[in-house]
């Protein structure tokens, strides 16, 4: 079986912490992932552990308390933990590209200073309040407004789907709203910081999701929410462009999460198919089943393919955006397939949630529709082909 560290682009470093991070996962995350999955609880206990290896401070330079690694790492990281819990991924992808990136590439040195120690070391999670009811992959329908009043911020409207924005270490939430219109009436985006526990922040209850049990997600209501002008994250006007970017780059790791995920169904089917025997023989004699296996290996090997080279060429400072598309579609698409084809060779144990294949049936759906749905992705590419969408 092709490994999944195999390629010539990674350095030694790399492979070590890839191997690293999916010892961590098999010991201290897959053991607990049904436990978690039941009792729908996000363990901070394991997410201090991910601290303590350095996981949130990857991409980040040793003066904000990173590790000063490179968003490669970052990926293979996301993807290491996938394989067994997908929860615990994105609570890393989320916690990372959507949470510190835009405070690491936007915010001011008080803003870094204030918020990044925490963040970049585990001991606090940050959130991003993009998405509302009307508002998400078209976030000039967004209805949350922010008003100037004397020095301080004044935030109305609601958000939903925001992922790690009410775990007992979340600390701050990056929220987008309106803060003008030009004279057509267009809004003038702009990003704001509001801490957790803020008055008027209203953190609703979590949701009753397919999958992604672990995952911590929450809709959000702001009531005259009240925070110092200061705390503006980045120009005034310019969130858009800052989410897209945040987007452009959440998407490779994404990718990377899926891969994960796709991989894990192969390692499981393939160890099941051997396990397994019907009729004297091992099912994975079956020609059915082992060409099935060999698709399945097949996606998985294409969708890292995708991803890595997304990720590189946003770490060579090379455009990735329609990258970045491709490598969501392919590998969201690997991880629904090679979850239903490992269901289906465990049979009707692939229909028990103690199963991790049966978790990931559930959890895959959701990597054709989080950060951009797939029809999103096919309008980014085929905009980069030059066709009209």
Request: contains cysteine; negative net charge.
């Amino acid at each position: 079986m092709i490994a999944d560290t195999s390629s010539t682009a990674l350095t030694d470093r790399q492979r070590k912490l890839s191997q690293t991070v999916r010892e961590f996962a098999d010991d201290v995350v897959a053991p607990a992932a049904y436990r978690y999955d039941t009792e729908r609880r996000l363990p901070v206990e394991i997410i201090a552990q991910m601290g303590e290896l350095g996981l949130f401070g990857l991409p980040f330079p040793t003066e904000v308390g990173g590790q000063g690694e490179d968003y490669v790492s970052l990926c293979l990281a996301v993807e290491a933990l996938a394989r067994v819990d997908q929860s615990i991924a994105v609570t890393l992808e989320a916690g990372v590209g959507l949470g510190i990136m835009p405070i690491f590439r936007h915010g001011t040195a008080a803003q870094r200073e204030q918020w990044l120690p925490d963040l970049t070391s585990g001991r606090a999670l940050a959130a991003f309040g993009l998405t509302e009811a009307g508002a998400g992959s078209d976030a000039g329908a967004t209805r949350t407004t922010a008003r100037r009043d004397g020095d301080e911020w004044v935030i109305d409207g609601s958000k939903q789907f925001i992922t790690n924005s009410g775990t007992p270490i979340t600390s701050v939430i990056t929220v987008t709203a309106v803060t003008d219109r030009d004279g057509d009436g267009r809004p003038e985006l702009s990003s704001i910081l509001v801490p957790a526990g803020t008055p008027g922040l209203t953190v609703g209850a979590p949701y009753d999701k397919v999958g992604w049990h672990t995952s911590d997600t929450h809709p959000l209501t702001l009531d005259g929410v009240r925070v110092p002008a200061d705390h503006l994250l980045g120009e005034r006007g310019r969130g858009y462009a800052n989410f897209l970017r945040a987007l452009d780059e959440g998407r490779i790791a994404f990718a990377a999460l899926a891969t994960g995920a796709a991989q894990g169904c192969l390692e499981e089917a393939l160890r099941y198919a051997g396990e397994r025997h019907v009729f004297g023989h091992a099912i994975g004699a079956n020609q059915h089943v082992a060409f099935t296996l060999a698709r399945m290996q097949a996606r998985v090997h294409a969708a890292r393919l995708c991803w890595l080279d997304a990720a590189l060429k946003l770490t060579h400072g090379k455009p990735f955006k329609a990258e970045a598309s491709v490598a969501k579609l392919t590998s969201g698409e690997a991880a629904m397939a090679n979850a239903r084809d490992a269901s289906q060779i465990f049979g009707g144990y692939g229909f028990l949630n103690e199963n991790t294949v049966a978790r990931h049936y559930r959890d895959s759906k959701i990597l054709e529709v989080g950060e951009g749905t797939t029809e999103v992705q096919l309008m980014v590419i085929a905009r980069d082909l030059g066709l009209a969408s």
